[in-house]
């Protein structure tokens, strides 16, 4: 899928992963990968690309007993592990603002990789791993 990097087209990509896992076969864990994908997008187009615009390419795949989404967007690099956790035990009006949407995207997928090249952009790999197709 490749669509315009617009808050307003977050629902069209939570459509494209649950057809993609529906016409795949998977019926567990789709809400837990839309929210991983949400969070990412949202986090490319508020960040990556702010106020300037861009293109999102997502691709959705079964490899290796992992459903994997792939997210390339040619936006600012931004490394997710160089977040920090967020802090869960302070009071969340004493908490550093931002960080929960990449702790939402490790802790609902099996794995988060990132890799950025100068000619291809940023490149964001999401696995979950199959327990059962139902």
């Known amino acids: 899928m490749r669509i315009d990097a617009k808050l307003e087209n977050l629902s069209v990509i939570a459509d494209f992963i649950s057809s993609s896992m529906g016409q795949l076969g998977i019926d567990a864990g789709v809400f837990e990968v839309q929210t991983a994908a949400d969070e990412a997008c949202t986090n490319i187009i508020k960040y ?59 802790k609902l997928m099996d794995d988060v990789s990132y890799s950025f090249d100068a000619e291809k952009g940023n490149t964001l790999v999401m696995r979950k791993i199959l327990t059962g197709k139902n």
Request: charged content about 30%.
């Open 48 to 106: 990556a690309y702010a106020e300037e615009g861009g293109i999102i390419n997502i691709t959705c795949e079964v490899r290796d007993n992992n459903f994997v989404v792939t997210i390339k967007d040619k936006g600012k690099p931004f490394d997710p592990s160089s977040v920090l956790p967020p802090d869960l035990e302070t009071d969340v009006d004493k908490r550093r603002i931002g960080g929960l949407g990449i702790y939402l995207m490790r």
